[in-house]
């Protein structure tokens, strides 16, 4: 079981190019997370997906894209990276979306470590 | 909207000694649920206690437990017998029930624990 997964952990863009975060989870859950971290700010929610085939923007979800083909996965999607995209991405999956159940908490990815030029 | 508060960007603690991190948070639910999260270097994110609002029993897991005080809204974590890997940002997050992606969290405390 090897919870949530995050590829790649690294990775360093010129302004304007594009890339894709994969978020894979094992857990059979059915909501996905993506925040990003810097520093002095705690985790702010970027977009998340209540199910298969569903998503909805967050906090701050200008300058990216996401989708969720597969129950399992959840793709961040920068099209034309700038410097202010520079930060940690984590994705997490819950269970549900705390209803009740104690199976409420968040399980959180390793990072992704995103650099732009 | 929810905002989460913790005031102590930094501190410290001897080994084997106690510290409690401050949260306080703001919110007019009454349904809801608090969170310590914990962010070693490795910066993988780890779910260390959590607290529902409506039981009134403050939770513990092991050396880790919680003061949570609805009527002022606050929620401190106190860590006993301080150990090396305690190291680590803690997070306190706020959920309202039945708003998974209502997952607030705060601006993180950087605890250190010294030999």
């Known amino acids: 079981n090897a919870g949530v997964t995050q590829t790649p952990k690294f990775r360093v863009l010129k302004t304007g190019q594009s890339m894709t975060l994969l978020c894979a989870q094992d857990?059979?859950?059915?909501?996905m997370y993506w925040y990003r971290q810097d520093p002095g700010m705690g985790l702010r929610l970027i977009h998340y997906s209540v199910g298969e085939g569903t998503t909805a923007k967050g906090e701050v979800p200008d300058g990216y894209n996401v989708s969720r083909l597969k129950k399992q996965n959840f793709l961040l999607g920068l099209e034309s990276a700038a410097p202010s995209q520079t930060s940690v991405y984590f994705c997490?999956?819950?269970?549900?979306?705390?209803?009740?159940?104690?199976?409420?908490?968040?399980?959180f990815g390793p990072g992704t470590r995103l650099t732009v030029l | 909207a929810q905002t989460v508060t913790q005031s102590q960007p930094e501190m410290s603690v001897q080994e084997a000694e106690t510290v409690t991190l401050s949260c306080t948070y703001d919110t007019s639910e009454n349904n809801y649920y608090l969170f310590w999260y914990k962010q070693p270097p490795s910066r993988q994110m780890i779910l260390v206690i959590r607290q529902e609002a409506y039981k009134q029993q403050n939770a513990t897991e092991n050396r880790f437990s919680v003061n949570f005080q609805k009527a002022a809204k606050s929620f401190s974590l106190k860590i006993s017998d301080s150990q090396l890997g305690d190291t680590a940002m803690y997070f306190c997050?706020?959920?309202?029930?039945?708003?998974?992606?209502?997952?607030?969290f705060g601006p993180g405390t950087r605890l250190s624990v010294l030999p």
């Open positions: 997050a706020f959920m309202k029930r039945g708003y998974g992606q209502n997952f607030v």
């Open positions: 857990m059979n859950h059915e909501y």
């Open positions: 997490a999956s819950s269970y549900s979306r705390g209803g009740g159940s104690s199976r409420n908490e968040q399980f």
